[in-house]
């Protein structure tokens, strides 16, 4: 059966920059450096308000620039997305991706999340950084479908960061960087390595052994998740 691709609708509403942010567990990855001042403890119980009054006068201000990113981005993901569903789907053996409808929301925060159930998630808002957008939109669709290729061939319990066992999360971050840093994912990423986090740099420099054998993603799954 022919596989059916995601289309994304790509827009921007500052409703969802403001709850995006509430997903932010390191609040000061996320914060821009001119509010860097609001992680004081002085700022606790205020820091939200004036936070939704940042992005109510940022989406104001900057409007049209916001609108001609979000259609610069899309075209640009028009551009590659050809080339991304194919190599996804040699990756993952021609399985089909997660129905649902996929939505990717400009925000002006650092650090873009995703719901992985709502398929949503965030990218930069900020018109020099298109390239950018492109690792974060190629990131988030990885997971979307690696989480739904482990929850069904593997019945696998997902995790997130947050929880208290999160290997599966583990797995699923050091499984995108393995795939960003191959050739192959440069347009994408333009050749900027991408580096895996220091809670889960034990299980992917396990991981990276195995992979870089065949790049096959079960054998991966069997020697790490599924060790008997």
């Known amino acids: 059966m022919k596989n059916i691709y995601p289309t994304i609708v790509f827009s921007a509403k500052k409703k969802y920059d403001k709850e995006f942010f509430k997903h932010f567990s390191k609040p000061d990855w996320a914060i821009r450096?001119?509010?860097?001042?609001?992680?004081?403890?002085?700022?606790?119980?205020?820091?939200?308000?004036?936070?939704?009054?940042?992005?109510?006068?940022?989406?104001?201000?900057?409007?049209?620039?916001?609108?001609?990113?979000?259609?610069?981005?899309?075209?640009?993901?028009?551009?590659?997305?050809?080339?991304?569903?194919?190599?996804?789907?040699?990756?993952?053996?021609?399985?089909?991706?997660?129905?649902?409808?996929?939505?990717?929301?400009?925000?002006?925060?650092r650090m873009y999340p995703r719901d992985i159930r709502k398929k949503t998630f965030a990218f930069p808002a900020e018109d020099n950084r298109t390239d950018f957008a492109m690792k974060v939109i190629a990131h988030e669709m990885l997971h979307f479908i690696t989480y739904d290729y482990l929850e069904k061939k593997y019945k696998l319990r997902p995790s997130e960061v947050s929880s208290k066992e999160n290997i599966f999360w583990q797995f699923t971050e050091n499984l995108n960087v393995l795939i960003e840093n191959q050739r192959k994912w440069a347009r994408f990423t333009k050749n900027r390595r991408s580096k895996s986090y220091p809670e889960c740099k034990k299980l992917y420099l396990a991981m990276e052994r195995i992979w870089d054998s065949n790049n096959d993603i079960d054998n991966l799954i069997l020697k790490t998740l599924i060790r008997k």
């Open 33 to 109: 450096p001119e509010l860097q001042f609001l992680l004081h403890k002085d700022f606790r119980n205020t820091r939200e308000k004036f936070l939704f009054a940042y992005v109510d006068n940022y989406f104001t201000i900057y409007e049209k620039r916001i609108a001609d990113n979000v259609k610069q981005v899309r075209l640009r993901w028009e551009s590659v997305s050809k080339y991304f569903y194919s190599e996804v789907a040699l990756m993952f053996k021609g399985f089909p991706w997660p129905k649902g409808n996929y939505r990717a929301y400009s925000s002006i925060w």
